[in-house]
């Protein structure tokens, strides 16, 4: 077993896996995060059935609680469609491909951090720490901070994201010629009675939109996505996820003569905007660093699995942890996640592909193909099964 471990990062992939390890009882770990504590303005984040199961596994039911919000259904339309009753809708029943009935669910991305760092004393989770050095001196980790304070540790867990500080080579993060645009819309009541249980996608020629309903106070999450015609550039430190955006240029940007969606567009006031990026490789170990999330495998967010894989990856490592794998524990890791998180990766680059089409041959065979995946129980197991009935217990989750 691990003398003492070392989260370096307190999102969602840290904050999950710490939280496993102590409900097991091991408590010789720190979690160290590298900005303030604080609430960040309202986002919205899904967390589907694979994510749920394992968030189950930590708190029974936890889901109860009324700050999550239960979804049903997802509505595909063309932006510009006149409304949600023509012929192009495509709507698919998500609970019933679930073979748990395990919910998908959505919140604000506060509550959800909430229910992670509930648990844990200021001499567990530790703010404004930022890794500059890991040393490694035989099976030992010395990890240095900004402040000239250090650490050690026989396992470093990387769960810092993206732009890792503790990977220490941001080589491989790879440009993108994607945007993304989000914003909430406070206590919005559509007049044409929305059903808010429904992940609405909406697509047009290089960009979409997906919108939904976060609490049972009508606040409802957009997000947009659009290809621009210069790639996205990173420069150490300068990215930012609060970057306001005119909300005009947003409106023009996605502009719809469908009712419904405009009815949304014309009420938001507030859009941020920054740039999408992604790995050029995976990286799940270093000697005895494991990396998780993010760090691991960011990736471009167009299948709603960001936070699933941070909370996937935790628990498989934790698994191997507490079964008292310390030799070749990355290897064990790596064998366990590689080809699920590749797969993954694979499914996000078709979905842009398939969502940004422009040709209208092309366009029209799409919305055949979703027309018959609608009508299909089989072809929706065989387009979501494999991800939403995921369960890191079992062998088998396909069906």
Known sequence: MFKKIIIVGGGIAGLTLANFLKKNNFNNFKIYERFERKLSRATGIQLTPNAVRILDFLDSRFFLNNNFHRINYLSINPVHSKSFTSKSEVRMNLQNIVNDKMPYLTCDRNILMKFLERNFSPKEIFYNKQVVQTIKDHNIIRVKFSDGSEDYCDLLVSADGMFSKSRLDNNIIKSTNFYAYRGVLKNFYSKYSLENDVVRLWLSGNKHLVTYFINNQNDLSFTGISRSSEKTTYASDQISYS??????????????????????????DEVYRWPIFSLKKRVFYRDNQIFIGDS????????????????EDSYVLYEQIIKNVTNNLGVFYFNKRNSRVRRIILRSHLNVFVFHLKNPFFIILRGIIFKLIEKSFLAKKLMFGWIFNYNPRSSS???
């Open 397 to 399: 989750y396909f069906f």
């Open 243 to 268: 970057n306001p955006f005119p909300a005009d240029q947003f409106r023009s940007l996605f502009f719809t003569e469908n009712k419904i969606l405009r009815e949304t567009l014309d009420t938001l």
């Open 296 to 311: 691991s495998h960011g990736t471009v967010p167009f299948q709603a699995q960001g936070a699933a894989l941070a909370i």
